[in-house]
């Protein structure tokens, strides 16, 4: 791995080894994320194009705690707004010496343009792009969700939303068959869901009650209203009464089943805050973890290149 784009075409032993190398970063005595030296002397600029609180702030915190020097470019007060192209920006970035680019951007494609463009010892991950992918929250929902059920191979997961418009649930389904989740259900309205589940290998349904039922895991997501066409567009109210994650219906889950959501949550609209704040909610956790698996995807890039590197070296005496 030199970039981290998507985790199609990923391996088990990919995915294992960040969850692993994440493990390390966190402190269970003490619930906290370590500081190590890693990314020490590398620099990492945050390219964030469209809004974010959770993904820029964990990866920011995860730089520092990598002890690399962390730079979060302001696009709204960049020379973006004065005409200036992405590639312009880019190459004027590379200029300053970066070693690492976090990018979100609201297009489909967006991060790996950026890879194509770059300098070969630059390496870039992708913080979401359009409705395509969003691996670093996979990667930390996937995290949790072995933290608290152990392996994913025995677990059956529902995630229930908007499916079609979410880049977090693409990226999920990935993460999920590639760790051979024993089922991934896929729960919404017939309008908010992907032509293809077939080739997803996921099991579809449109009742809450029946998909919920017996599952492990609920990943709830909210309507992506940004990236929807306004005719699809349902209202809250109906959403919630037929989709809506309350008490009632996380009965039908199992009674330890945990629940799970990438944020920003909607309260009222796809979860009740009795759920959301309840005994078995762990969304909040799934940010704190964000930290530590963030650091792992960075580690363990600087740490291939520095292998590869070694070994050209080697070759080449
Ligand atoms: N889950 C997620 O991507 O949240 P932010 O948009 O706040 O980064």
Redesign the pocket.
């Known amino acids: 791995l030199h970039h981290f784009l998507t985790l199609e075409g990923l391996k088990q032993h990919h995915l294992l080894e960040i969850l692993d190398v994440a493990k390390s970063f966190v402190d269970e005595a003490t619930g906290t994320i370590k500081k190590v030296d890693d990314l020490h002397g590398k620099t990492i600029m945050n390219l964030f194009f469209e809004?974010?609180?959770?993904?820029?702030t964990t990866f920011e915190i995860a730089e520092k705690r990598l002890s690399a020097d962390v730079v979060n470019l302001n696009i709204e007060t960049s020379s973006t707004k004065k005409g200036e192209t992405l590639l312009d920006t880019l190459w004027n970035l590379e200029a300053m010496l970066a070693d690492m680019f976090v990018i979100?951007h609201g297009e489909s494609g967006a991060a790996h343009f950026f890879a194509q463009h770059v300098a070969p010892h630059i390496h870039v991950l992708n913080?979401?792009d359009g409705r395509h992918s969003?691996p670093t929250?996979a990667m930390l929902d996937m995290y949790t969700i072995r933290k608290h059920k152990g392996d994913i191979f025995d677990l059956k997961v529902a995630i229930i939303g908007d499916i079609l418009h979410s880049r977090?649930v693409r990226s999920q389904i990935q993460a999920l068959s590639i760790l051979e989740a024993r089922e991934i259900r896929i729960i919404g309205p017939k309008t908010l869901l992907p032509a293809d589940t077939a080739a997803l290998g996921v099991h579809v349904y449109d009742n809450m009650e029946e998909g919920l039922d017996g599952v492990d895991v609920i990943i709830m997501v909210r309507l992506q209203n940004e990236r929807m066409q306004s005719a699809l567009l349902p209202s809250e109210k109906e959403f919630f009464n037929l989709y809506g994650l309350n008490e009632a219906r996380l009965a039908y889950a199992k009674p330890d089943a945990i629940v799970m959501h990438?944020?920003?949550i909607n309260r009222g609209v796809e979860i009740d805050s009795a759920v959301a704040d309840g005994p078995q909610s762990v969304i909040l956790e799934q940010v704190t973890y964000g930290i530590a698996v963030r650091m792992a995807i960075m580690s363990i890039l600087v740490k291939n290149a520095k292998e590869l590197a070694a070994a050209q070296q080697a070759q080449n005496e």
């Open positions: 809004a974010s609180t959770r993904t820029l979100r913080a979401g969003h929250q977090v990438p944020g920003p």
